[in-house]
């Protein structure tokens, strides 16, 4: 059976599967409760100074799919509202009663370099195994001049990961705003500051739906509202890309990189790990069905790397890098074409209507005598583009064929059709 046991930093832990700083990891009861049902880590939620902030009601709203699943989560909880003193007490005991789990601490204090001293000295007290600076948080607490408000300003990120690489002899990691126009500016300004790690994404802004009777936005806090900070599936498209800009970034190339954004599964999570992270963070799928989905995704993973023949996560982590580029790098000569099965055809013409109404008219229909439709691929108008493929109801009723053209590979900057080609 693979062995998903990893080392992050330093930090040794019995598979990739930790939680996420956020309402799962408030306290050592939910901890402890995690650990027992056997997730390898977690990121304490967020400390601060006291006073502690104080929460609003409600705080959390949801965008649901077709099927009424939850596709988006959204936020407006700030950090632990929980005394300093009290975390740091229960951070300390439960370190003590799990030694072979990864227990990181987020943390969060303004922007003054004798508030993180003093902070990360307090946490480096409790045995904890490294710290992730929370850089991210989209709401309440940039107002107060933290969270995404440092994250957004590289050399703000680089100047407090360097007062805490200065303050403290434990592994570092900063937690990256997706709230940004370039995501390897603040991933470079981390490393620069000396930080072991970066992880990725926070919560991304956002607003899911409003109630339209009484014209205010979900969640609802008496007659107002306001942006929250996004997680889920719906958020795992974005978190993947700027893992990636990371991952294959020649400044940042190589460097630890923890991945967090819309996990559920462990399909999920080798995804993430393919692009270059050496574990994971959870949040929203424990927090709508508990702690033990970590059952599946253990279970899941390790069987999939046995039908691999990956022995260990470092055997294909990272091993998509290479396969992301650029748009210009991209083959042009490269084709392929549609292709129909009609034994698992279903005859319901999606692919026709989607290819006729909005696509390039490749996919003809013929009416045959028992009064049901075939559905047949013009090759010769064919541009491969796959929507047919993706609006198709059957799994593997359409697949894409690649073509061999006898061409040879040409990128963009290469093509003669590019006025500026080099």
């Known amino acids: 059976m693979a062995d998903l046991s990893i080392e992050f930093a330093g930090i040794k832990a019995p598979n990739p599967f930790w939680l996420a700083s956020a309402p799962p990891t408030d306290k050592q009861y939910n901890v402890e409760r995690a650990f027992e049902a056997g997730w390898g880590g977690v990121v304490w939620k967020t400390l601060g100074e006291d006073p502690a902030p104080v929460n609003v009601s409600s705080r959390y709203s949801a965008m649901y799919g077709p099927n009424g699943d939850v596709i988006g989560f959204n936020n407006i909880e700030l950090i632990t509202d929980r005394p300093l003193e009290v975390n740091l007490r229960e951070i300390e005991e439960t370190k003590r009663n799990w030694p072979d789990r990864a227990l990181i601490v987020s943390l969060m204090v303004p922007c003054e370099e004798e508030a993180w001293k003093m902070i990360v000295k307090l946490v480096e007290q409790t045995g904890a195994d490294g710290l992730e600076l929370n850089f991210g948080c989209p709401h309440g607490m940039p107002e107060r001049g933290m969270g995404a408000a440092v ?249 894409m064929v690649a073509q061999d053209t006898g061409l040879p590979y040409m990128n963009w900057t290469q093509d003669p059709r590019n006025p500026f080609r080099e």
């Open 151 to 399: 994250g957004q300003v590289p050399e703000y990120v680089e100047m407090v990961t360097r007062w805490c690489k200065q303050y403290c002899n434990m592994p570092v990691m900063v937690k990256m705003t997706p709230n940004v126009t370039d995501v390897r500016f603040p991933a470079r300004a981390a490393f620069k500051g000396g930080a072991d790690a970066v992880s990725l994404i926070n919560t991304v802004n956002s607003i899911t739906g409003l109630n339209l009777d009484q014209m205010v936005a979900r969640p609802t806090v008496g007659s107002q509202s306001t942006h929250g900070g996004m997680c889920g599936p719906a958020v795992k498209p974005i978190a993947l890309n700027m893992l990636a800009e990371i991952a294959r970034d020649p400044e940042t190339h190589g460097k630890l990189l923890c991945g967090i954004g819309g996990i559920s599964t462990w399909r999920d999570a080798a995804e993430f790990i393919s692009l270059g992270a050496t574990s994971v963070q959870v949040c929203t799928a424990a927090m709508l069905h508990g702690f033990r989905i970590v059952e599946g995704m253990k279970d899941g993973l390790s069987r999939w790397m046995d039908e691999k023949g990956f022995a260990r996560i470092e055997d294909f982590r990272g091993l998509a890098v290479a396969n992301t580029t650029d748009w210009k790098y991209l083959d042009m000569n490269f084709k392929s074409v549609a292709e129909i099965d009609q034994d698992k055809c279903i005859n319901c013409g999606r692919c026709h209507i989607a290819c006729e109404d909005t696509s390039h008219q490749a996919i003809d229909k013929q009416l045959l005598a028992d009064g049901t439709n075939r559905y047949t691929v013009k090759e010769e108008d064919c541009v491969g583009c796959n929507l047919c493929e993706i609006t198709c109801p059957v799994d593997d009723c359409i697949t």
